[in-house]
């Protein structure tokens, strides 16, 4: 019996009413009353069951969502937030137990080309993939995370006992040698390799934030030096983001402000001596540090949107600078970087240029490097498209230094071959160096490409490029880059027969 019942029952009593014999109206009374309660505590029942179903789903619920906060979706790994509790916590241990924490920052090289070229699916797949094979070159107390794109952290204890300061390089060293290998999608091989940068807890202060970006500077460092390396953190590597940090906040405004100037390099006809065109080369008057050399801001520019604002004000101005020579029947290059290709922004300018200045579009070559040339896809694709579409030449720059075949190049549309530097340095002087050469400038010609030989400084080089049937040279035994001034006679002079330099 229920309390409402007995107490009920205690109330009919007190009146003189026994419950057990209560008839008529008492016995109506109480059918009723017991009805009514014995629905409220069904109610009630079912009550108490929902909320404990739901209590049980949020709890279920939570802890998806919580799971959810810490983790990576595609992968299963923890994420930044997870990351960063655990690096912190061991840091804090480290420092009771007189050890160290190192962190491995690791990009994959060449992820992006897979993805444009096989579809997200596949890049997915690949992450999932390199995810577990990082993971089989871990010890069981460490850990690895999925910070986003394709960069990883993995974080690792350093006890400080010997034979142990080794084990983290020995670690990055499994982890390059496995993502190295290729990994088979669907009917494909992708291929990448790892830029990976070690940083370690040098001192009590060592925070988590500190110790990952030290870990990511270093990653930076393997990825310019090359890449599919690891670099160890160093103070001259925070050094130099505060340089280019600097170079970069300074150099929109170079662009903006007039402080970028271009020098010329003359490009010549190895068969006859003929000034064929010229290379513009930029240059930035930085106020306070002189005139600065591609080397030390083209790279940083290659970082962000700003190389495209450089590489269209390139393009302008060479255009409209040289355009009396393009007019007279010479040429001019100008170097584009691939990123530049992403937008509209290059072609709009040489569009522009060449109808401002009425110069035929046969006389401006585009120059992209042969690593350039060979990733571009998607967007950047149709740009290049669109740039020769006009008419312009395409020239590829560094062959030599990359990995590309001149078959594939062959379907770049490309007219122009420009060999490296580095294949041509001891042309003179080494007969193993001077077949690769005759074999590029042979294959090339059999492809219907002009072959121009980069950084010729001896004659004893141009004599060789010479008699392997190389077309045109340029470097300093020809000419150093300088300002245009010098180059006016040279086309200015009615004795100077130029034919063109892509016949």
């Known amino acids: 019996m229920s309390g409402f019942h007995r107490t009920l029952g205690r109330q009919l009593r007190r009146a003189g009413i026994d419950p057990a014999e209560a008839a008529g109206p008492w016995r109506e009374l109480l059918e009723a009353v017991s009805a009514v309660y014995a629905e409220a505590d069904d109610e009630r029942y079912t009550l108490e069951r929902s909320l404990e179903v739901s209590t049980r789903e949020m709890r279920g619920l939570h802890e998806v969502l919580s799971r959810q906060a810490m983790h990576d979706t595609l992968t299963g790994l923890p994420n930044r937030a997870a990351l960063l509790v655990d690096l912190q916590a061991r840091l804090s241990a480290g420092r009771s137990r007189r050890g160290t924490v190192a962190a491995l920052f690791i990009d994959l090289d060449g992820f992006k080309q897979v993805n444009d070229s096989l579809g997200h699916a596949a890049g997915d797949e690949l992450l999932v993939r390199a995810a577990e094979r990082i993971r089989s070159c871990l010890r069981p107390d460490d850990l690895v995370a999925r910070l986003g794109g394709d960069e990883f952290v993995v974080v690792c204890d350093v006890p400080d006992e010997p034979g142990e300061r080794g084990a983290v390089a020995r670690i990055a060293g499994r982890i390059g040698a496995q993502l190295a290998t290729p990994f088979r999608l669907d009917t494909h091989d992708a291929v990448v390799s790892a830029s990976i940068g ?94 600065l050399a591609p080397d030390a801001f083209v790279p940083v520019a290659e970082e962000t949107a700003l190389i495209t604002e450089v590489d269209r004000w390139v393009v302008g101005e060479a255009v409209r600078r040289a355009a009396g020579w393009c007019r007279a029947g010479g040429s001019v290059a ?165 034919a063109g330099a892509w016949v």
Not at 263 to 285: F, I, M, N
Not at 382 to 409: I, M, P, T
Request: aromatic share 4%; glycine share 8%.
């Open 198 to 291: 070690l940083a370690e807890s040098r001192d009590g202060g060592t925070d988590a934030e500190t110790l990952l970006r030290r870990a990511d500077l270093a990653m930076y460092d393997a990825k310019v030096s090359g890449k599919a390396r690891t670099s160890v953190f160093d103070d001259a590597m925070q050094s130099d983001v505060d340089a280019r940090l600097s170079v970069r906040s300074a150099l929109g405004d170079a662009v903006r402000g007039g402080q970028l100037r271009l020098h010329y390099q003359p490009l010549v006809s190895l068969a006859d001596g003929r000034v064929l065109g010229a290379e513009a080369l930029v240059r930035w008057q930085r106020p306070g540090h002189g005139l």
């Open 334 to 498: 100008v170097n584009l970087s691939p990123r530049s290709l992403e937008g509209d922004a290059v072609l709009d300018a040489l569009s522009s240029a060449l109808h401002r200045w009425r110069v035929p579009a046969r006389s401006v070559v585009l120059e992209i490097t042969e690593t350039g040339v060979m990733s571009t896809s998607g967007a950047a694709d149709r740009v290049l498209a669109g740039l020769l579409d006009l008419g312009a030449v395409l020239s590829v720059d560094d062959f030599g230094v990359g990995h590309s075949s001149l078959a594939r190049l062959r379907r770049t549309r490309a007219q122009v071959l420009k060999v490296d530097r580095s294949l041509v340095a001891d042309v003179d002087r080494d007969d193993a160096s001077r077949s690769v050469v005759a074999a590029v400038v042979a294959m090339a010609h059999a492809l219907g490409m002009v072959v121009v030989a980069e950084g010729v400084e001896r004659a004893a080089q141009a004599d060789v490029l010479r008699a392997v049937r190389c077309d045109q040279a340029q470097g300093w035994f020809f000419g150093r880059p300088a300002e245009p001034e010098g180059l006016d006679p040279v086309f200015a002079h009615p004795a100077v027969s130029r």
